[in-house]
């Protein structure tokens, strides 16, 4: 039986992470020392959806 049966994976085009690690307002040294089980500062940023 598949142990990951219902797990979603999103995927995102490359030019899309690009533009997120270039982005100035992301703090990727502070992303970095996210601690584990803490959420990650990425997840304030604005999403699109559609």
Avoid: C, I
């Amino acid at each position: 039986m598949d142990g990951h049966k219902g797990t979603v994976v999103r995927l995102y085009r490359q030019a899309d992470l690009d533009r997120v690690t270039r982005s100035p307002r992301v703090d990727w040294e502070a992303v970095r020392a996210t601690k584990k089980g803490h959420q990650s500062l990425l997840a304030a940023l604005p999403t699109r959806t559609g």
